[in-house]
Every structure is written in structure tokens, then in C-alpha cells.
Nanobody, 123 residues
């Protein structure tokens, strides 16, 4: 079993940057593909991006491509989401999650989830 804890959320002005972290315990994240999702009030949880266990392949939602970057430090058992050029529509609770294989975009393909961290982008 893997326990995931997100951190780094907060309030930022439009155009600003934040870096979210997802710390894992219980098992090395190198075994898993790691994904980031977000959920805004009244909306469904949506895929943001994912990274393979090796860190050599990533995938992003079109809405964040070119602005967000996922990376991982397996030695620290941590995955990061660097968010640049933030927009008010990026406001949501951001979650990290682990998947056994591939770079899935569907939430149901992810087994373990963190509790989420709030990101608020003001205009």
C-alpha cells in the first residue's frame, strides 16, 4: 500500500507559478506511474498529467500542456507538478495518485490517492 500526501498549494495571482509536491510512503514510487488530477467545485475530477515510474515519459491534458511540468525524484519518493502561467480556471483541488502501468488518463485506473491540496488563482 502507498500513502500519498500533497503539499504546496495556495493562493497565487494569474500569471504566477506554484510547485506542488506529492510525497509517498509505504512503497517506492518508482514502481508506479504517478498522475495529477484536479477537481473544481461542481465539476468532475479531471486529468492533469502523468509520469511513468522511470520518469522518461509524460502525458498532459491539452489545457495545461506547455504550462505545467511533472517530474519525479525517486530517491526522495516524491513527484512534483510545476505550474506556470497560472489562470483562474486552474483553480481546483489538486490530487496525486498512483497507477500500476502506463499513463492512464482515467481516474478509475489509479489505485492510491492523496487527500488533495487547494490551488486558488486570482484574476
Amino acid at each position: 500500500q502507498v500513502q500519498l500526501v500533497e503539499s504546496g498549494g495556495g493562493l497565487v495571482q494569474a500569471g504566477g507559478s506554484l510547485r506542488l509536491s506529492c510525497g509517498a510512503s509505504g512503497r517506492s514510487v518508482s514502481y508506479y506511474s504517478m498522475g495529477w488530477f484536479r477537481q473544481a467545485p461542481g465539476k468532475e475530477r479531471e486529468f492533469v498529467g502523468a509520469i511513468r515510474g522511470s520518469g522518461d515519459t509524460t502525458a498532459y491534458a491539452d489545457s495545461v500542456k506547455g504550462r505545467f511540468t511533472i517530474s519525479r525524484d525517486n530517491a526522495k519518493n516524491t513527484v512534483y507538478l510545476q505550474m506556470n502561467s497560472l489562470k483562474p480556471e486552474d483553480t481546483a483541488v489538486y490530487y496525486c495518485a498512483s497507477a500500476d502501468v502506463g499513463l492512464p488518463r482515467a481516474a478509475f485506473d489509479y489505485k492510491y490517492w492523496g487527500q488533495g491540496t487547494q490551488v486558488t488563482v486570482s484574476s
